[in-house]
């Protein structure tokens, strides 16, 4: 039995250090790696099964599949790579190199994946996109804030009197950072959740508010309030290390408590319970996602950034807000070679379908994907759909045949952490991790790197590319190596960045122009309440599955589940498990009901991730809006109706 240390590179904030366990040339077993602090030896549930599901699944693509009167038909590598290459070669005469959208998913998002933007870079420059369909509304607002985003040390979450999770459930979608909650808990940490949603977090937590979803801004106006009333405050902070300080309090003294209650749909006494005990500090505020999804999310993060420096809570060990890491930070970004593009375009990721529709000058006429989903993932699925139908050929490097993929005209296999050598960063803590084989690339799949190589060589700039993995990463963990870090160090065991801060801004010095913490000045907001459509659409991340990665035997039965009230189904006369219409400004799905006390009277919930082919997907209900600020996708301004099915 060999074991092999490799990374879960699925879109996750763990980035989980696996043992691939390989038994006469097959995987046998994954299971967790000690030998790193955060994700401490043990695998979420989709993880260990991964070889059944995923991995040695029926449902992966293994040959490289050229579309024939809407048939896939098996082709060679040959073939497969001539047939990209002057598809990319034809586009770029005949329309110009930005008639090609190179579409970039959030699938894997390893070191090496900087040189996908690098051929396509030596390639000329085509279009790619801007903004976010994850986070990027808060990490824009914390940026105002305090010059840049950045975290506590997951682990410093033990050093905590108390934790509020905010608009986040780490039991499902974060569970190490849960575990180290659970031990702080132990420690005697009060673990509190604000989230309109009772969520598993919700319900292991000592408290639990349950706001309006989208109220949170006003939250924590109404705790920053309190805090001001009762000298709950750092003078000193505030007076030396932060501006705007005036403007700010001028903004929450134009909303009184009772408003703010109302707002929030929780009542004074409990608005006042909580600031009393945030102020007990070194308190941690830990958001999550939820808290993006708005027009005005941003404000929501700097109003939230706001109450942390009001109470002193910034720069000290058990305190801060703290949200995301960078997962290319550690990286050096410049091997994409953004100098070497001629040309370049962007298009917005949150509204790709309409971008892509009407893009002119030249029209997009080749999209080019690999490791994403948007006809499934991203908001307004029937006109992404549309836009991918709408051009002339469509390239796809995934494992399997999605919603978006299958679209495609041609299809290239990709291998998976367990067949490439790699390394990966994380989005939830400051640790680097090794991807090693663990066995061969099954069937005829491969790495994406060896994919764009074979391009780049057939388009006549393959030394612009050449190199092997080894060396490609040598030169990408520059940065890390600066450290004194070698690269052999990295490919042998997950390494915690030595230079990311435990406690950030310990020194008082933010990256503003102020130098210091900017307190949000200004402040709009506006009740986009619609009488037609009343109810709130939520969509969190499912349990047992990332996203869209659904195993194959999940796909074929039942319809999109979505929880709502007792109340509203007997208003509009529809029985808990009925089948139902939901309605939004931009489409229609039939729907099964649950009715659920739990769920507010002002939203409906429902998980992403379902496929559009098997009638589960939600995005064919969600608006296709960019945030005002961050370019981020606010799903959850989606606003529904519900209607009986007659
Ligand atoms: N099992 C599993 N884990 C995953 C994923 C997965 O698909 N499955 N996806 C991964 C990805 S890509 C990401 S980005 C992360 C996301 O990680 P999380 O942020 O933990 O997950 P979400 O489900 O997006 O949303 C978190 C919570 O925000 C709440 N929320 C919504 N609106 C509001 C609001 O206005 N105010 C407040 N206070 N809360 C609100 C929702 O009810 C939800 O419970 O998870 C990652 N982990
Ligand atoms: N309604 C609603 N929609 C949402 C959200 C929401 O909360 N509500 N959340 C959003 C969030 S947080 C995110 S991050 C996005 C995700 O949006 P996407 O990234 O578009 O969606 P995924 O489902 O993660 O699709 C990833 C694809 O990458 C493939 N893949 C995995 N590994 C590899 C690899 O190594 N190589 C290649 N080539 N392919 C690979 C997988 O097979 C899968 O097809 O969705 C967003 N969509
Ligand atoms: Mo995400």
């Known amino acids: 039995m060999k074991k092999i240390i490799t990374a879960c590179t699925r879109d996750c904030p763990g980035a989980c250090s696996v043992i691939a366990h390989v038994e006469k040339g097959r995987i046998v077993k994954l299971t967790g790696n000690r030998d790193h602090e955060f994700t401490a030896g043990f695998l979420c549930g989709s993880t260990k099964n991964y070889l059944k599901n995923y991995f040695y699944s029926s449902k992966r693509v293994l040959y490289p599949l050229k579309k ?4 896939w038909v098996r082709i060679s590598w040959n073939e497969a790579l001539n047939i990209a290459a002057n598809k990319l070669k034809d586009a770029k005469e005949k329309y110009g190199s930005t008639s090609i959208l190179y579409y970039q998913g959030f699938g894997a998002r390893t070191a090496l994946r900087i040189l996908n933007r690098r051929f396509f870079n030596a390639f000329g420059g085509v279009s790619t996109l801007y903004g976010t369909v994850c986070g990027g509304i808060g990490q824009a607002g914390q940026e105002l804030d305090f010059g840049e985003r950045i975290s506590h040390d997951p682990m410093d979450h033990l050093n905590s009197k108390n934790i509020i999770i905010w608009g986040r459930n780490p039991a499902i979608t974060d569970i190490h950072l849960w575990k180290i909650i659970k031990k702080a808990r132990k420690n005697g940490a009060r673990i509190i959740a604000i989230d309109p949603v009772k969520t598993e977090t919700a319900e292991r937590s000592d408290l639990y508010y349950q706001p309006s979803p989208g109220s949170d801004a006003f939250l924590a106006m ?5 805090l001001l009333q009762e000298h709950l405050i750092d ?20 909303f009184s408590l009772d408003y703010i209650a109302g707002k929030c749909d929780i009542s004074l006494k409990e608005i006042k319970e909580l600031a009393k005990i945030y102020a007990q500090s070194p308190s941690s505020i830990i958001l999550g996602w939820g808290v993006h999804r708005y027009l005005k999310g941003h404000q929501t993060f700097r109003m939230i950034d706001a109450l942390a420096a009001v109470s002193g809570n910034i720069g000290i060990s058990g305190g801060g807000v703290t949200q995301g890491f960078e997962e290319f930070a550690y990286f050096d970004n410049s091997l994409e070679g953004v100098e070497l593009a001629e040309y370049t375009r962007k298009l917005p990721m949150p509204k ?6 009407k893009s002119k000058d030249p029209e997009i006429k080749l999209i080019f994907i690999s490791a994403g989903n948007p006809v499934a993932m991203s908001p307004n699925s029937r006109k992404v759909k549309k836009a991918f139908e709408s051009v002339d050929y469509i390239i796809a490097v995934d494992h399997v045949l999605n919603d978006t993929t299958e679209l495609a005209d041609l299809f290239l296999p990709a ?5 490439d050598e790699d390394l990966l960063g994380s989005y939830g803590s400051n640790w680097v991790t090794p991807i090693n084989p663990a066995v061969g690339p099954i069937g005829e799949t491969r790495s994406e790197m060896w994919i764009f190589q074979q391009l780049a060589q057939k388009l006549g700039f393959g030394n612009k590319m050449k190199g092997t993995a080894k060396e490609w990463l040598l030169k990408l963990v520059e940065p890390l190596i600066n450290q004194g870090i070698t690269l052999e160090e990295l490919q042998r065991s997950p390494v915690r960045v030595p230079s990311a801060p435990k406690t950030p801004f310990e020194n008082r010095k933010f990256k503003t122009p102020s130098c210091k913490f900017e307190f949000i000045k200004e ?16 969509s969190i991340m499912p349990k047992r599955w990332i996203l869209s990665g659904i195993p194959e035997n999940e796909h074929n039965y039942g319809i999109l589940e979505v929880q709502i009230h007792p109340d509203i189904l007997k208003e509009n006369k529809i029985n808990d498990g009925e089948e139902a219409l939901l309605e939004s400004s931009v489409g229609s799905l039939v729907i099964k009901v649950i009715g659920n006390k739990r769920v507010r009277k002002d939203y409906v919930l429902t998980k992403n991730g379902g496929w559009l082919k098997y009638n589960k997907c939600v995005n064919v209900l969600t608006k296709d809006l960019i945030s005002e600020l ?16 007659n």
Do not use: C
């Not at 024939?68 to 048939?71: D, F, L, P, S, V």
């Not at 790709?352 to 529709?357: C, F, K, Q, S, W």
């Open 630 to 645: 961050g370019n981020g996708a606010p799903y959850n301004e989606t606003f529904v109706r519900i209607k009986k099915l």
């Open 235 to 254: 003078y000193d902070f505030i007076d030396n290390h932060t501006e705007n300080f005036e403007e700010y309090k001028k903004i929450i003294d134009g």
């Open 415 to 419: 291998t998976t952490f367990l067949e």
């Open 352 to 357: 790709i379908g309409e971008a892509i529709l």
């Open 222 to 226: 109404g705790l920053s309030k309190i």
């Open 68 to 71: 024939i009167n809407g048939e």
């Open 523 to 538: 402040f709009e907001y506006d009740d986009n309440f619609d009488n037609e459509f009343p109810l709130r659409l939520l």
